[in-house]
Nanobody
């Protein structure tokens, strides 16, 4: 029932900022941990970027620590990713999903592309 739609991507210069959003067509269970993933042009797999639990506790991959901020708004049925100090290696397609025992819950959306270049 749930369909995920990511938005907010674009092209920015190194050091720039973007705010990504993820909305769901159906209600996301508040008990789920939500996560942002990304897939770089060099990788065949999505890598975990950040998570936020139902209690709004957050965790980040080392490569974004201190630069990205994940948040959720249960009333709006959405999650967000504030990205600052962007680097060329952040270039990727970014996806959101619910997480349960290290596995995604819903079908993957199309993602939103972030390109960081001079």
């Amino acid at each position: 029932q749930v369909q995920l739609v990511e938005s907010g991507g674009g092209s920015v210069q190194p050091g720039g900022s973007l705010k990504l959003a993820c909305s769901a067509s159906g209600k996301i269970a508040s008990s789920y941990t939500m996560a942002w993933y990304r897939q770089t042009p060099e990788s065949e797999k999505r890598e975990l970027v950040a998570t936020v639990t139902s209690g709004k506790m957050t965790n980040y991959a080392d490569f974004v620590q201190g630069r990205f901020l994940i948040s959720r708004d249960n009333d709006r049925n959405a999650i967000y990713l504030e990205m600052t100090s962007l680097k060329p290696e952040d270039t990727a397609v970014y996806y959101c999903n619910a997480q349960w025992f290290a596995s995604q819950v819903y079908p993957w959306g199309r993602g939103t592309r972030v390109t960081v270049s001079s």
